[in-house]
């Protein structure tokens, strides 16, 4: 089919006569308005897998949505334990890793005469834990250096849209949805005579479980 | 489908009806329903359908995010029809523009002038045949003057008048320029349509749309006695070349893609570039309707009017329908917007296929090419006509036209034919003893 730029065009009879290269073109777009008309379209997210006679490759982006590849870095979130804590132990670690400082840590301290002062497995939680998603730069390096892993960014949510710039600022109820993790190694599970701390329960976010 | 067949057929109907109900020399029934709701609904429906059609054509799925805000129809599109009154009201509401030095009586007349006559060429185009309904003769024509296509031909014209003064009156070059190259385009091709219908006007020897309806009635041959199938009289059949030709400089008075020069999206803007809001959209919508009306036309003229291809005298005979004649008009009529629409989509499939000419391109397929053949077409006919009155030596030049075209469309080219392009191979390897393989390989 490629075009052979020296041949001269002038010395088709057909070109010359110029109307059966039209219907030749108009053939063309016609046979790709009938497959599109009257064809079977996939709707498979994938586009390279579709297999309807419909020649459509678009994704209805709302209602339709590619899946992110595994490694994709979507919003962050705070993993919670089963108890709906988070995991995360306030150690900064995040925040100061952090290249755009856009994590702001406070740390609260279980009560030593706390009811689970027995079994004080976990002695810091964070009170306050904030990222700026506006200043977040997605490098993921708070990821990389949780020794809890207890920040993920596995949501495969991107462009979160609010209203005002105050919205992008998540708090820990916005950031901690999504399953809950737990290694062997977690120290609730290591002893036997400990407990899950009780510390206030804060409850999660009204988005978690809706994507 | 069926549904939408199944309205046309219950509009046509009601349309017999009221106008049996009304009659008169003034024909009110059939403007208000044949120009107001058919051919403005179908001007209007087809902008929706560009755009529909032209996503298809282009592998897209075209607009579908206007919604009818409705419990049950909130989450359908309807194949974007909604878009058709968000437009609408969109250019209803936004602000009437009118640039200050600008001739504001021209300025505002220009959208009438392009609008009015596309309209009125409606007028001498018999939708229907005309049949006895309430101890009445209703027709289905607006208007039958004895002129019958030369007043198609003198209000086609006339559309260019809007064109020019929109260009002119809105003081701007580039609106100036649009306008100033419609009307040239316009003279152009006004002669190749002139000459392309007279041929036609020849072979039918009268110049009436109906009477032109009614020759394309009957058959050439008749292969059946009982079952009316052969090869009918129309126009596309006597005059191939001449419908290439009308069709043509119909679609560049139309002034859509291959002929948009007065438009010229990418480096005028247009004659109506300073018109904003519904004056635009008369422009625009006029644009719509002049597809209609050509299709409508062209029809008319060259596929048998509202004639079945086959079966038409047969389907008269059957028991119900030879009892009540209007049923049978009901069914021509809707055969007639059938045809009408799948002309409506040839004309949108060929604005979405073919690229724009340049303006020196356009003025030489104009004047150099339709213009003789033209010419060449009207002797020709003329010839064939005299020699044999029963038209069938001119459906058989027009045949072999057709097959020609045909053959030569449907014949792979050498090269193509050839998997792996070994053609190309061949050039390669002879390209030192020719320096240049594709001139001396042909």
Redesign the interface.
């Known amino acids: 089919m490629a075009y052979d730029a020296s041949r001269n065009p002038r010395q088709d009879v057909r070109e010359r006569m110029f109307v059966p290269e039209l219907l030749r073109g108009l053939a063309v777009t016609t046979r790709h308005f009938l497959r599109n008309l009257f064809g079977q379209r996939d709707r498979n997210a994938s586009v390279l897998n579709r297999k309807g006679t419909s020649l459509v490759t678009t994704v209805e982006y709302p209602e339709e949505r590619v899946p992110y590849p595994p490694g994709y870095r979507g919003l962050h979130r705070l993993v919670p334990r089963e108890d709906g804590k988070p995991r995360c132990v306030a150690c900064y670690m995040c925040a100061t890793v952090c290249p755009a400082q856009c994590i702001y840590i406070e740390a609260g301290e279980y009560e030593p005469a706390d009811a689970s002062a027995e079994s004080r497995v976990i002695e810091k939680f964070p009170t306050t834990f904030v990222i700026d998603e506006l200043r977040c730069i997605v490098c993921g390096l708070c990821v990389e250096a949780c020794p809890k892993d207890a920040i993920r960014m596995d949501t495969s949510k991107h462009a979160p849209s609010e209203y005002t710039r105050q919205g992008f600022v998540y708090d820990i109820p916005k950031l901690l949805n999504g399953p809950a993790v737990s290694h062997p190694s977690d120290p609730w599970k290591r002893r036997e005579s400990s407990n899950a701390p009780e510390h206030q329960q804060i409850e999660p976010h009204a988005r978690i479980g809706d994507h | 489908m069926v549904a939408i067949v199944a309205a046309i057929a219950v509009l046509m109907g009601v349309t017999y009806y009221l106008a049996a109900l009304f009659p008169g020399p003034a024909h009110v029934p059939q403007i208000i329903v044949l120009m107001l709701v058919f051919v403005m609904v179908t001007a209007t429906l087809l902008t929706i359908a560009e755009r529909k ?1 032209s996503a ?6 075209g607009p ?1 995010r206007a919604r009818i805000g409705l419990p049950l129809l909130r989450d359908r599109s309807f194949g974007g029809v909604p878009h058709v009154a968000a437009d609408a009201l969109k250019m209803l509401f936004k602000e009437d523009f009118v640039p200050r030095r600008a001739n504001s009586f021209l300025f505002n007349l220009a959208p009438i002038l392009a609008f009015g006559p596309v309209f009125a060429l409606f007028a001498i185009v018999p939708v229907g045949p005309s049949v006895q309904l309430m101890d009445r003769q209703v027709s289905m024509v607006i208007a039958n003057p004895d002129f019958g296509l030369l007043y198609l031909l003198a209000i086609a014209s006339l559309a260019v008048y809007g064109t020019s003064l929109a260009g002119w009156s809105s003081n701007n070059k580039l609106a100036l320029l649009g306008g100033v190259r419609a009307s040239s385009q316009m003279i152009s091709y006004e002669v190749a349509l002139g000459l392309s219908v007279v041929g036609i006007m020849i072979a039918f020897t009268t110049v009436q749309a109906p009477a032109i309806v009614d020759s394309q009635a009957h058959y050439l041959w008749q292969l059946s006695r009982n079952f009316d199938f052969g090869l009918p009289a129309w126009g596309i059949f006597l005059q191939p070349t001449g419908f ?1 030709l009308f069709f043509a400089a119909a679609f560049a008075e139309t002034k859509r893609t291959p002929f948009d020069l007065p438009e010229g999206d990418s480096e005028i803007i247009g004659y109506f570039v300073e018109y904003s809001g519904m004056k635009f959209g008369m422009f625009m919508i006029s644009e719509f309707v002049e597809v209609v009306v050509l299709s409508a036309v062209t029809t008319l003229i060259f596929f048998g009017g509202y004639h079945l291809p086959f079966g038409e005298q047969w389907l008269a005979r059957q028991p119900p329908i030879a009892a009540y004649p209007w049923m049978l008009g009901i069914i021509l009529s809707t055969v007639f917007w059938i045809k009408v629409i799948i002309l409506c989509w040839f004309q949108l ?2 604005r ?3 690229p724009r000419f340049r303006y020196d391109q356009i003025q030489v397929l104009g004047w150099k ?1 339709l213009l003789p053949i033209g010419l060449l077409n009207i002797f020709v006919t003329g010839a064939l006509v005299l020699w044999d009155p029963s038209l069938r030596a001119l459906a058989l030049v027009g045949l072999l036209e057709i097959a020609v ?1 045909a053959a ?2 449907a014949r792979r ?1 050498p ?2 034919g050839a998997p792996g ?1 070994r ?2 191979e061949a ?1 390669a390897q002879h390209s030192s003893a020719h320096p ?4 001396t ?2």
């Open positions: 059609w298809m054509i282009q592998d897209r799925v579908n290439l499939a060929i979405w296929t073919f090419m075209v030569l469309t080219r090269e193509e392009d053609s190309l050039a240049l393989p594709g001139a390989r042909t």
